[in-house]
């Protein structure tokens, strides 16, 4: 799947985060999965951007992945 704004100079933006984890699928989502792996600043991006949505109970997939990097992180 196509995201807008996926890679610049410095990895992934929030805003391809925000889409992924939104609309992406199983090959997106482990694609995602190993950058935030690999990469610290990325995982603090996932937070960021999960937390923004978290007050929504219904929001299942960002509820996931803010406790998938917050695993990560710690």
């Given at each position: 799947m196509?995201?807008?704004?996926?890679?610049?100079g410095?990895g992934?933006?929030?805003?391809a985060?925000?889409?992924?984890?939104?609309r992406?699928?199983m090959?997106?989502?482990?694609?995602?999965?190993?950058?935030?792996?690999n990469?610290p600043a990325?995982?603090?991006?996932v937070l960021?951007?999960?937390?923004?949505?978290?007050?929504?109970p219904?929001?299942?997939r960002?509820?996931?992945?803010r406790n998938?990097?917050r695993k990560?992180l710690?």
């Open positions: 196509e995201h807008r704004h996926v890679k610049t410095t992934l933006r929030s805003v985060i925000d889409d992924i984890i939104d992406g699928g090959d997106d989502w482990l694609e995602l999965r190993d950058e935030t792996e990469d990325v995982a603090r991006k960021r951007v999960c937390e923004a949505h978290c007050s929504d219904y929001a299942q960002y509820h996931f992945w998938y990097a990560v710690a």
